[in-house]
């Protein structure tokens, strides 16, 4: 079924599944179109040839000066569009030549289909672990005056309604050429009327779902700072207006990438819509020597005729078997508690004893030492960069600890951020220029440290000797990689000046390398990434490390929505959620126990407080609650995950379901935000059930048996009302034997 063909006779492609066709034809002067991207068809005959409109004030492509009017490059819907030649919308390229041009001519000059996917040389590419599982399509463009090679790859993969695209640049000639734009993917659309989503946001509140109508113009969304950034996720989708939580069609682009990138959507003046992802075009310059090649990152594009749940559930299943190692597909994830929000950096060898003990006699699986156990470090003004053991906080050092930890049945984790110096480390004192630092300017400080210049073989080999050591000789579990502030003054003391241009993505792939080295090294290590929360959330980092801290809010109502948000995007065993104190320290909002574990539960579980001040009543509750974690997480962590209620708009509600593969066990969560007195009496309805399976439906307050179909048409109600603001209730559904 899956299938790349090339008709010689038109010059069209057409790369299909059982779920979608993506068409596209090299057209009379060598250029390449775009026909269609969508539901698959059967076959194609040329019927969505681009029609010969003449356009007024459209620039007539060069061998058409003698007459031809009808043919204009700037309105044609093309596979990758490149500056210069007419094309007047947003460009996937840009690149100055020697002599000071900017114009590119790619034309087509050939392709090749190979089996499985042809990974990138410096950055993190999809996966497949037996070739027949995809196939990949490298199309070959030639800009022959300056002999330059653009190799655009799409690969289709067996059962996915996914295709992931990616651009490169090779020179072969003998001038150096400067990119100064190079997006991994642009898709033009025929004139629709589509909707914009976004995942938009900033620390604390990331993936805020966001919806608008495309109008006529540029809407521009991207990240300067160096990282993906809490501010905005690289993730769009197009759809239709109508298109809702379940029926209609959409489209979701997603950069495999982590650092600065730039996405942009533009209706043209006749409709059409451009869709482009790549990397950060502003302050961006790569130079491009004779016999070297750029490449661009990975972008996975995704189709749903299902509206966002379609999509949501498409990249979920994507991510966990072509992104995120596949060993951790299923692997079940222990339930932790992080020290961070119970004693931040003031603890004590024995206080972190007494949280184990406690941890353990609850249940929970792993504890992980947050920030502050390295250097001299009490706050967060010095010793990033110095990763060596406080032993006037740890007298008996990190093995003490982990061997604690073991000697309770509990795996031990431990936070790190190697991207960062403080100024106040004996690594910055020994390597000032260490630091990405613009030269004569002040250092600015941001969380009062530096980032480290990961672009430099030197600073990578450091740290990774530094990590080593610690990884060697502790016993150590898990990994929480951290970072905490973006790029400003993006430039290396090492880099010459026509290549600073080149820093913010070197670090990138600088901080790629040490990932991979690192976590290569350590496989039985399970690594869990971090950036001020869920500041670098994406398919970049997800391909080196399973999970990510979805955000530093742990507030129950905070996270209905940065959860929901990050749903539709990101798969649930990728999202740490946490149980933490009330009043919550980011929105200082009073919630229960019991509604702050069931917003947790719809993650990676795990707390985040001082366990040694629970009361006995909150440490009956928490162990049940571990315990029903526990039982339930495979469905959760591994099953298919339906959103109900979006909590976004004028909603006062959410609603979430987690179904196993054959339908005979889901787990319901419901939420209601605020009380309100005569509230409506509110029904709500499931999803993906079996019609005549019978069901046993159980919460703490009800249990009742329904089929399928009832539960799925009919509904039931939310009974008893809640009484009082911020309340969950969670039911366990369960095929009953015949
Ligand atoms: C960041 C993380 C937190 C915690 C602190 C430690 O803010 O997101 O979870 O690890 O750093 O400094």
């Given at each position: 079924m899956l299938n790349i063909s090339f008709n010689?006779?038109?010059?069209t492609f057409h790369l299909s599944n059982i779920h979608i066709s993506y068409i596209m034809q090299v057209e009379q002067h060598n250029i390449l179109t775009h026909t269609y991207f969508g539901r698959k068809v059967s076959g194609y005959h040329q019927i969505a040839q681009y029609p010969e409109i003449s356009r007024e004030f459209e620039v007539n492509f060069a061998e058409n000066r003698e007459g031809d009017r009808a043919y204009s490059i700037g309105t044609q819907l093309l596979e990758f569009p490149v500056y210069g030649t007419g094309d007047f919308r947003q460009t996937a390229c840009l690149i100055r030549h020697e002599d000071g041009t900017t114009v590119s001519d790619f034309r087509y000059v050939g392709h090749e289909i190979i089996e499985g996917t042809q990974e990138l040389s410096q950055l993190p590419s999809v996966y497949v672990e037996d070739v027949t599982e995809a196939k990949t399509l490298i199309i070959e463009l030639r800009d022959e005056l300056v002999q330059l090679t653009l190799k655009l790859r799409y690969t289709i993969f067996e059962n996915h309604p996914v295709i992931v695209r990616s651009a490169s640049i090779e020179n072969s000639g003998t001038q150096t050429s400067f990119i100064e734009k190079i997006a991994s993917m642009s898709l033009d659309f025929p004139e629709r009327q589509f909707d914009l989503i976004q995942l938009n946001g900033a620390w604390g509140r990331e993936r805020m779902l966001e919806r608008e109508r495309v109008r006529t113009g540029i809407k521009l969304l991207d990240s300067?700072?160096?990282?993906?950034s809490h501010h905005q996720t690289p993730f769009i989708a197009l759809c239709d207006s109508d298109t809702t939580e379940f029926f209609g069609e959409i489209f979701g682009a997603q950069l495999i990438y982590s650092g600065s990138h730039e996405m942009s959507v533009e209706r043209d003046p006749f409709g059409q819509v451009r869709m482009l992802l790549g990397i950060?075009?502003?302050?961006f310059r790569w130079q491009l020597q004779p016999g070297e090649q750029f490449e661009a990152p990975e972008v996975m594009i995704a189709f749903s005729d299902k509206g966002l749940n379609g999509l949501s559930q498409a990249n979920h299943t994507f991510i966990k078997q072509h992104i995120i190692p596949r060993r951790y597909a299923n692997l079940e994830r222990p339930v932790l508690i992080n020290n961070w929000e119970g004693t931040y950096f003031d603890f004590t060898e024995q206080k972190l004893h007494a949280i184990i003990d406690e941890a353990s006699q609850l249940g929970l699986e792993l504890f992980v030492l947050d920030?502050?156990?390295?250097?001299?470090?009490?706050?967060?003004?010095?010793?990033?960069?110095?990763?060596?053991?406080n032993y006037d906080k740890l007298p008996k050092g990190l093995n003490g600890l982990a061997n604690y930890t073991h000697s309770k049945q509990m795996k031990f984790g431990l936070w790190v951020e190697p991207e960062m110096i403080s100024q106040n480390s004996h690594l910055f004192r020994q390597h000032s220029d260490w630091a990405i630092q613009a030269p004569h300017r002040p250092l600015s400080l941001g969380r009062g440290q530096c980032v480290i210049d990961m672009s430099r073989q030197e600073v990578r080999d450091n740290i990774f000797g530094q990590l080593c050591a610690i990884l060697d000789t502790v016993e150590i579990d898990y990994i929480k990689w951290d970072m905490n502030r973006h790029l400003s003054?993006?430039?290396?003391?090492?880099?010459s000046a026509e290549q600073q241009g080149e820093l913010p993505h070197r670090f990138v792939l600088g901080v790629y390398d040490l990932m991979k080295r690192i976590t290569t090294r350590y496989p039985n290590i399970l690594f869990e990434s971090c950036s001020g929360g869920g500041?670098?959330?994406?398919l970049g980092i997800l391909r080196y490390m399973p999970q990510t801290w979805t955000s530093d809010n742990t507030d129950a109502i905070a996270r209905l929505f940065i959860q929901y948000g990050s749903s539709l995007a990101f798969p649930i065993n990728s999202m740490a959620a946490h149980v933490s104190a009330t009043p919550n320290h980011q929105t200082h909002r009073h919630t229960s126990l019991a509604m702050r574990a069931a917003v947790a539960f719809a993650g990676v579980f795990g707390y985040e407080m001082d366990l040694t001040e629970l009361s006995q009543a909150d440490k009956e509750i928490i162990s049940r609650q571990v315990e029903y974690y526990k039982q339930h997480r495979q469905l959760i962590q591994s099953g298919i995950f339906t959103r109900l209620i979006s909590p976004f708009g004028d909603s006062n509600e959410c609603a979430w379901q987690f179904s196993n593969r054959d339908k005979t066990e889901h787990l319901v969560m419901y939420y209601q935000v605020l009380s309100h007195a005569s509230y409506p009496a509110k029904k709500f309805r499931l999803r993906n059930l079996c019609a005549n399976t019978v069901y046993r439906v159980t919460s703490e307050e009800q249990s009742f048996i329904a089929r399928g179909d009832e539960l799925m048409h009919i509904g039931f109600y939310i009974y008893p009302q809640f009484k009082g603001d911020f309340q969950a209730r969670v039911y366990h559904v369960e095929a009953m034997k015949e």
């Open positions: 010689e006779a038109t010059r300067k700072r160096g990282t993906s950060q075009s502003t302050g920030d502050g156990w390295f250097g001299t470090r009490n706050d967060d003004n010095s010793s990033l960069g110095d990763w060596h053991i003054e993006a430039h290396s003391l090492a880099l500041g670098r959330f994406d």
